[in-house]
């Protein structure tokens, strides 16, 4: 009888453990087709981001319901203790609480929360392009998606009867120049990394090809859709790429290409030149007559930013309070500085006057620490840095961190090759079109 009930236990136990076996199994195998989904999600929200508002929000809902559930609790732990994906997460909290001290309705106290919360998936995109080696996918998805709306602006362009926006800005098929141009400039800067490697590892045709694919994307800036800091950023990121990828004699060759190609497209597109000079023709109307003009607009909204800073510099008027504060400013009639606006064109000042210096310092330190993740010498180092440096030179001229389009270019960019950095300094395989970028100056 003892000899039955001890091998009827045993055999219980074998089972129940051959149960728990092909349940952990099946888990895993669960997760790891999650993860697939996720990852190949992420892929279909870098080619939307150019295009389609709707199409990226629903994508970017089922990327986090196919990625939350593969996420591991410690690793988020060990992920939320890098200053990298520490600040985001700080600016969201700060703009939480400062929600209880700002003197408006609740809706406006949510709107701008509503705007800054994907700044909490950058964390979540470092683990999952960590433990995936499909993050260069991402980067050529939104690549290739970027050259198709560049031949889509050529031909709108050239043929405006055909655009399904036909009292829409010229040469621009969807969104606003604006946009646009951003796109097509970070795209111009990773095709020129990549010419640049091909070249150097003997690949002479393709580093051409590459060259005159980045000169499109710079010709349709300069011919097609031109935005005025754009053209800023551009200067800084030229000088950028001059500093990481050459030496001295190079910094001084690239430049000086950089203003020979700068000269030629003034001289040749009265586009451009009058973009970059009604700067003046609207400032001085703004000054002399009170005119609503976009640079007019600017100076206003910042010189009225800095006086609501000053009232309150340490925690701000609190989250949403932007309208209100600048409702309390304007002055009668229909003037610029009459004008009432949800921010103020400035990226620095529109946290300032929320939640004060304290937010101003969290959002620096975002910054900061995201340039510090870039620092190597390989594709996803450059591409990185040189979409957060992009990103602090537009945010002098607009809050584009709370804007949807290239605020989650901003957060995929950063997430997915901040992702790719630390796989490979993890010491994990990376993606060998990765590694082809790799290289020294």
């Keep these: 009888m003892i000899p039955t009930v001890i091998t009827h236990t045993a055999t219980t136990q074998a089972a129940?453990?051959?149960?728990?076996?092909?349940?952990?199994?099946?888990?895993?195998?669960?997760r790891e087709r999650l993860a697939r989904a996720a990852d190949w999600l992420a892929v279909a929200v870098a080619a939307s981001l150019p295009w389609s508002t709707s199409a990226s929000g629903i994508l970017i809902a089922l990327w986090l319901l196919a990625l939350l559930p593969t996420l591991n609790l410690q690793e988020l732990r060990n992920t939320l203790v890098m200053p990298a994906a520490a600040f985001p997460v700080a600016l969201v909290v700060l703009g939480l609480i400062g929600m209880t001290w700002g003197d408006v309705d609740i809706t406006e106290r949510i709107n701008p929360i509503k705007s800054i919360l994907r700044l909490l998936t950058i964390p979540l995109l470092f683990i999952q392009f960590r433990n995936s080696a499909r993050g260069i996918w991402v980067v050529g998805s939104f690549l290739v998606s970027?050259?198709?709306?560049?031949?889509?602006?050529?031909?709108?362009?050239?043929?405006?009867a055909i655009s399904l926006r036909p009292d829409g800005y010229p040469g621009?098929?969807?969104?606003?120049?604006?946009?646009?141009?951003?796109?097509?400039?970070?795209?111009?800067?990773?095709?020129?990394?990549?010419?640049?490697?091909?070249?150097?590892?003997?690949?002479?045709?393709?580093?051409?090809?590459?060259?005159?694919?980045?000169?499109?994307f710079l010709i349709n800036i300069a011919f097609v859709a031109t935005a005025r800091s754009t053209l800023v950023a551009f200067a800084v990121l030229?000088?950028?790429?001059a500093f990481q990828r050459f030496d001295w004699k190079g910094v001084v060759a690239v430049l000086g290409v950089g203003v020979i190609?700068?000269?030629?497209?003034?001289?040749?597109?009265?586009?451009?030149?009058?973009?970059?000079?009604?700067?003046?023709?609207?400032?001085?109307?703004?000054?002399?007559?009170?005119?609503?003009?976009?640079?007019?607009?600017?100076?206003?909204f910042w010189k009225k930013s800095v006086q609501l800073i000053a009232a309150a510099p340490v925690l701000?008027?609190?989250?949403?309070?932007?309208?209100?504060?600048?409702?309390?400013?304007?002055?009668?009639?229909?003037?610029?500085?009459?004008?009432?606006?949800?921010?103020?064109?400035?990226?620095t000042f529109n946290?300032?006057?929320?939640?004060?210096?304290v937010g101003v310092a969290i959002l620096y330190g975002l910054w900061i620490s995201h340039l510090i993740l870039f620092r190597g010498q390989d594709l996803a180092c450059w591409l990185g840095s040189a979409i957060v440096t992009q990103n602090i030179v537009l945010g002098l001229f607009n809050s584009?961190?709370?804007?949807?389009?290239?605020?989650?270019?901003?957060?995929?960019?950063?997430?997915?090759?901040?992702?790719?950095?630390?796989?490979?300094?993890?010491?994990?395989?990376?993606?060998?079109?990765?590694?082809?970028?790799r290289e020294g100056r």
């Excluded at 001085?284 to 005119?291: G, I, K, N, S």
């Excluded at 946290?351 to 210096?357: D, K, R, T």
């Design 351 to 357: 946290v300032a006057i929320q939640i004060g210096l």
């Design 261 to 300: 190609l700068a000269g030629l497209a003034w001289l040749s597109s009265p586009y451009l030149r009058g973009r970059v000079l009604g700067v003046m023709v609207e400032i001085e109307q703004y000054q002399t007559a009170d005119a609503p003009t976009s640079s007019g607009l600017r100076l206003e």
């Design 16 to 30: 129940t453990s051959q149960t728990a076996q092909g349940m952990a199994i099946g888990g895993l195998f669960h």
């Design 316 to 347: 701000g008027h609190g989250t949403g309070s932007v309208r209100e504060q600048f409702r309390r400013l304007a002055s009668e009639g229909d003037g610029a500085s009459a004008e009432v606006t949800v921010q103020p064109h400035n990226q």
């Design 400 to 437: 584009y961190l709370a804007e949807f389009t290239l605020g989650w270019v901003y957060v995929f960019g950063v997430g997915v090759l901040g992702g790719m950095v630390l796989r490979r300094r993890a010491g994990e395989t990376v993606d060998p079109t990765a590694e082809w970028g």
């Design 238 to 241: 030229l000088a950028v790429f």
């Design 172 to 216: 621009v098929p969807v969104k606003d120049y604006i946009i646009q141009s951003s796109e097509f400039l970070i795209c111009a800067v990773a095709l020129a990394h990549l010419s640049i490697s091909a070249w150097r590892g003997g690949r002479r045709r393709l580093a051409l090809g590459l060259t005159a694919f980045a000169l499109v």
């Design 146 to 160: 970027c050259g198709v709306l560049l031949v889509m602006s050529f031909v709108v362009a050239t043929w405006p």
